[in-house]
């Protein structure tokens, strides 16, 4: 059985520091890694630097969902767009355990029913597979099941893979393409000249380069405040369980008030509690708290609050602020931020799984992990260039969606750097919008 990728995981990518390069990306994940593979078959130039592993992180602790279904509606252009590459993808790039096996948001009350009414609404004018399905049609969809459901809202569309597999399989496409791809090499800080981008200072030495992506996840925020940019983003943990092979219960991925569930080709299921995830506070935390306020009283996260982040964490008590080119950084003192599931979150699964599927007989766990989303004020991500840095393009805070909107978001990432349209009206997504008096509009979570 395999599961995320860790600092045990042997080094794949260990090519040697150039001098200079025309892009850097910073942070190896699903969007630093699709970013990278663009720029390569643009003939671009470019050098992808991962402190630790590439997908050591949320890239390959995720549910492994590649939906469509309720998206924001200034990501949903966006998603299919992801959607449409992602079976050219895995094709160049190997078996990833694609499979287009729909995707079920389970309905408890006609309260739930309503809100994914008026999303298919909003969603419409992208001509969208999305449906509701009765009380009874679910039944006929997910026999066996102990729990009746209202209703639900299905999209047929929606794919499915193995992140553990699909990112590090990507990487290697990229490389293949031209990239130039090097693990546990930390970028430091940002070269400048004149206050514009002129190379990267790394652990291993310097790189002049034109311009850099920022995709670092849960670390953008400790990089960019590091240079003078303050971004309101915070991380959440999120427990993940797999279990041992069982019987079928829907091809797909599902989830209800109580827990998500998406059948894996190794025959078991990864389960995640429905809308819970935990918070480790700290100076972060407290300087955002304002800009949370409205998501933290609706409360879409579900989130558990914890006093102390561990040694290391970007948020941790103890871990600096400010450090120069010259000395090393918290992503040295950190190469993959690992952090321990909830165990008795891990053994609820278990039983929440078995009890609304009682055919399955007993629910074995054979592994468990979690991972740190970072997450954005109104659940949506920052996709822009920073006006304060000519050079620094920035794409952070995918609040736990990234992995199926990763392709097309290093497309359009990708575009920004070389100075090309996004192709997509990309204006929600805008850095200014934390200071420009806007006011935030939360995204549906759903």
């Known amino acids: 059985m395999m599961g995320p990728v860790t600092a045990a995981t042997p080094q794949q990518f260990a090519a040697d520091l150039p001098n200079q390069t025309e892009v850097v990306v910073i ?8 970013t990278a593979w663009e720029l390569a078959r643009a003939g671009v130039p470019c050098v992808l630097l991962e402190k630790g592993r590439v997908a050591g992180e949320q890239s390959s602790r995720n ?23 992602w079976p050219r993808l895995a094709a160049e790039a190997g078996d990833v355990g694609l499979a287009q096996t729909g995707t079920l948001y389970l309905a408890r009350d006609a309260a739930d029913m309503a809100r994914y009414a008026d999303w298919i609404t909003q969603a419409a004018p992208y001509q969208v597979s999305s449906r509701l399905l009765t009380s009874d049609q679910v039944a006929d969809q997910i026999p066996g099941a102990a729990r009746r459901w209202a209703g639900a809202l299905w999209t047929p569309t929606d794919y499915r893979a193995e992140p ?16 130039v791809i090097i693990e546990n090499c930390a970028a430091r800080t940002l070269d400048l000249s004149g206050g514009r981008v002129t190379g990267v200072m790394t652990e291993a030495g310097l790189i002049a380069c034109k311009r850099v992506v920022l995709a670092g996840g849960a670390w953008s925020s400790l990089f960019l405040r590091n240079h003078g940019i303050g971004i309101p983003q915070l991380s959440v943990r999120a427990t993940v369980a797999a279990t041992v092979p069982l019987g079928d219960v829907n091809p797909g991925g599902a989830v209800d008030d109580r827990l998500a569930w998406r059948k894996r080709r190794d025959g078991g299921f990864s389960l995640a509690p429905a809308g819970f995830h935990e918070l480790f506070v700290g100076p972060d935390a407290f300087r955002a708290f304002g800009g949370f306020a409205r998501q933290l009283i609706k409360d879409p996260l579900g ?38 599931p909830n165990a008795a979150r891990v053994k609820r699964l278990a039983r929440d799984f078995a009890t609304t599927f009682p055919g399955l007989g007993e629910v074995k766990i054979a592994q468990a992990w979690a991972g740190m989303i970072d997450v954005m004020p109104d659940v949506v991500p920052v996709v822009d260039h920073a006006d304060t840095i000519p050079g620094l393009t920035i794409c ?12 097309a ?14 192709g997509h009206d990309i204006s929600r997504f805008r850095l200014s919008r934390f200071s420009d008096g806007s006011r935030l509009v939360l995204g549906p979570n759903l």
């Open 396 to 407: 952070t805070g995918m609040c736990g969606h990234g992995f199926g909107i990763g392709p």
């Open 409 to 422: 978001m290093g497309r359009i990432v990708a575009d920004l750097a070389q100075g090309n349209d996004a």
């Open 27 to 34: 942070g190896g994940g699903i969007i630093g890694v699709m």
């Open 164 to 179: 553990w597999v699909t990112v590090p399989a990507f990487a290697r496409a990229a490389r293949d393409a031209g990239a």
């Open 303 to 340: 989130t558990s609050y914890k006093p102390f982040a561990p040694k290391g964490f970007p948020d941790a008590w103890g871990t600096r602020r400010q450090w120069s080119g010259d000395c090393a950084s918290p992503f040295e003192a950190m190469r993959v931020l690992d952090p321990r």
């Open 63 to 85: 549910w492994g969902w590649i939906r469509a279904q309720g998206r924001d509606i200034a990501e949903l252009p966006i998603m299919l767009e992801s959607q449409a590459m």
